[in-house]
Structure formats: C-alpha cells, structure tokens
C-alpha cells in the first residue's frame, strides 16, 4: 500500500531530497513501502540532467541546485504543490514510459476534478492548458500555458522527484529561468485560471485520482478513462 505524508510548512531543498533518497533505497530493499510526498520547498531552481546553461537567466535571484531528475530548468517555491512520487516500478511493469505516460495521466485527470482541461504536447514536457482569454501565437495557434512539470529519476526500478502543479505561486518566480527550456509559451496555475483551489483542495483530488493509475499491488494503467 502506498504511503502518503503530507509535509507542513516549506521544505528545505537538500535535506527533502537526501530523505527521499533514504527512502528509495529502503523501498528497494523491502524495508519500506511506496511513498507519496506532499510538499512546497521555499523559492529554489533547480536544474535536470539535460539543463542549458543559457536558460538560467538570472542565476542571483534564488539558490540553484543541480539535481539528478530528468528535464532542464524548473522552479519551486511556495504555492506550488510538489508531489515527489517514490514508486517500485520494478514491481510495476519496468516500463519506463509506461510509467511517464501514467504520471502524466494522473496529473491530467487531477486537474479535471476542477473542470481544467489538461493537455500533453509533442516535445514539450508538461501538462499545458490553452488559453484562449489571451492573444493568440503568432502562427494562429491559441495561446497555451504550462501548469504543472514532470521530472523523475529511477533507481534500481525505484522512482523519485515527480511533479509539481501550480496551484498559487508569485508566477513572476519562473522569469529567472527558461522553464524546461521552453521559451514561446507561459506558465500558469490553478488560481491564475480564476479557480479559488487550495493546497487541501488539490491533495484530495489528487489522492481520489492515483489508484486509477497505479493500482495498489502494482501496476500501471497508463491509458485508463480520465
């Protein structure tokens, strides 16, 4: 059975991921089930292991850490939910972007507890919604923006980091970076989109919606109904 905690108050950045570390290598040696961790971390970036120098743009604003999950620049602070996913996928399948593709999922059929249409895009990492009470591309294509990332590493068929949805964060934060270096669209969050969500409001959706993706015994179900 996963186990679920729900850390008050903001998380420091290091000591979060050294603990989260501990417990995968604990879930990889039987000593401790799956976990699910609910958490905001004071004003940070971070960088994944296909990060561009060039996106960090202003390096000074907040602290900077590398670290070893997948993608490039991200930002998290306070108002963001970040969910750092400690699953055996080794149990589950070992299908990587099985597992990818469930994580998205979830987030999408998350967001559509609130009536907010998730969506994933071709060669850009994330989960988008289009805004169309904005200007439209240049191109003609509607305005879209992202509301939550996805960044996961595996160790020894254990996961760990995740995803971060924006709930209420100062969106100004992400200017600093290039986010996930993506650069010709916007970020937005669940309050920016007009809904008055709170952290409590987001965790329940979030808990209603995870054994639709990742039923309890193991598994993954990547494709079901949202």
């Known amino acids: 059975m ?13 000591p979060t991921v050294a603990a989260m570390e501990a417990r995968v290598e604990a879930i990889h040696k039987g000593q401790a089930s799956e976990a699910i961790w609910l958490l905001e971390h004071p004003p940070v970036y971070t960088a994944g292991t296909s ?17 070893g999950r997948g993608g490039q620049y991200t930002y998290h602070g306070p108002g963001q939910r970040v969910i750092y996913t ?23 059929a998350t967001l559509a507890e609130f009536n907010v249409r998730g969506e994933i895009r ?4 994330g989960v988008w919604v289009v805004r169309p009470d904005r ?37 100004s934060h992400f ?3 290039v986010p996930c ?6 970020v937005t969050s669940l309050v920016d989109l007009g809904l008055p969500v709170t952290m409590a409001d987001l965790d329940a959706a979030l808990m209603a919606t995870f054994p639709r993706f990742f039923p309890d015994g193991g598994g993954i179900n990547p494709s079901c109904a949202l």
């Open 2 to 14: 996963t186990e679920w905690t729900t850390l008050t108050g903001l998380s420091p950045y290091l």
């Open 51 to 67: 990060a561009k120098a060039a996106d960090l743009v202003d390096p000074a604003r907040f602290p900077v850490f590398e670290t």
């Open 86 to 108: 400690m699953l055996d996928v080794g149990n589950r399948g070992r299908d990587v972007r099985c597992f990818v593709r469930a994580l998205e999922n979830w987030v999408i």
């Open 122 to 125: 071709p060669g850009r990492v």
């Open 135 to 171: 200007a439209p591309n240049p191109d003609g294509t509607p305005s879209e923006a992202k509301i939550a990332a996805i960044g996961v590493k595996l160790r020894r068929w254990v996961s760990f980091h995740g995803i971060s949805i924006n709930v209420e964060p100062d969106l």
């Open 175 to 177: 200017s600093g970076i």
């Open 181 to 186: 270096g993506i650069s010709d669209h916007g």
